[in-house]
């Protein structure tokens, strides 16, 4: 259960912030030790599900911090703080998608989805975050804690019940997966497409892509997605509007492809997958009780894989 946080101190915020910000100089500098970072004995890493030690992982390849893209969730109720952005791995850009649970101003817990594929079109989208991300609501258009959990909760719901009216969609929602935008694009002119079954296929799924977030729910195009469990929906920033989970996306791998409705020129989009899982990193914009924005990263893992904190 979520409650207020009206009493939040912003001290409490800039300790938070700060601490990921040194969180973020020490893996760069490939010291957990780097200017003092207060880890506890017992602190818990994971990175991409897998349980690691400390000093491994992100620790020995990070070679550039955060620049321009970078998105905080602050949570001073449950002591957590959630960071999105982009940085360097070896020299290559990686999408972070980050959460650290702080207890007794001492980081208990860590974990890492790190998205490494990251197309040149991603990467045109993740030089600096949208504005709605980082911009405070309106006081007058805020939600109470357990209002956003239940409307973020609500998105998977929509998605598992190929349903968009289970969650309360703003008409200008727009959803970034890995940086790509993959709702609310402009509509494709067929005449940049060509002939062959290839190029039809694209112009499908350009405009698939082109639907807003509840018209692509409802158009079947997510219907290849078996669950989403678990949601772990674990940080919530009232201020900044912000909801930071790490749901998992199991694909069973049984829908060869989806039968498209309502969208004109598409009838079916093919979906001929293996068994997966999805780890994502997934932060929503909510504002006057609805989602305007959302920001998601992801990894593949073994079908049936655990997050690596299933029982917390």
Not at 191 to 197: I, L, P, Q
Not at 212 to 238: F, H, M, S, V
Not at 271 to 288: T, V
């Amino acid at each position: 259960m979520f409650f207020s946080c009206s009493s939040e101190k912003p001290s409490e915020r800039t300790f938070l912030k700060e601490l990921a910000d040194k969180y973020l100089n020490s893996l760069v500098a490939g010291d957990p030790a780097y200017a003092g970072l207060p880890l506890s004995e017992s602190v818990k890493f994971t990175e991409d599900t897998e349980k690691k030690k400390i000093g491994e992982g992100l620790w020995v390849g990070a070679s550039e911090a955060p620049t321009t893209f970078k998105i905080y969730a602050i949570d001073t109720i449950s002591n957590q703080v959630g960071f999105y952005g982009m940085m360097k791995e070896n020299d290559k850009p990686i999408i972070l998608a980050l959460r650290l649970k702080v207890e007794n101003s001492q980081i208990t817990e860590i974990e890492h989805v790190i998205a490494r594929q990251i197309s040149e079109k991603g990467i045109k989208n993740l030089i600096t975050p949208r504005p709605a991300f980082i911009e405070p609501v309106p006081v007058d258009q805020r939600d109470s804690r357990t209002r956003m959990f239940d409307i973020a909760n609500l998105y998977f719901e929509a998605i598992e019940q190929d349903f968009s009216s289970i969650a309360p969609f703003a008409d200008d929602c727009v959803r970034h997966e890995n940086g790509i935008q993959t709702t609310t694009n402009e509509q494709p002119d067929p005449a940049d497409f060509g002939n062959s079954k290839e190029e039809q296929l694209r112009l499908a799924i350009s405009r698939v892509d082109a639907c807003g977030c509840a018209k692509q729910i409802d158009a079947q195009n997510l219907a290849y997605i078996t669950r989403i469990w678990p949601r772990r929906l674990t940080i919530i920033d009232e201020e900044l509007g912000l909801v930071f989970g790490f749901p998992m996306f199991q694909h069973k791998g049984d829908v060869q492809f989806v039968k498209i409705i309502g969208v004109p020129g598409v009838d079916t989009i093919p979906k001929k997958f293996p068994p997966f899982n999805l780890q994502a990193g997934e932060i929503f914009k909510i504002s006057g009780g609805k989602i305007h924005e959302i920001e998601a990263n992801g990894m593949v893992v073994q079908y049936g894989a655990g997050s690596g904190w299933d029982q917390q």
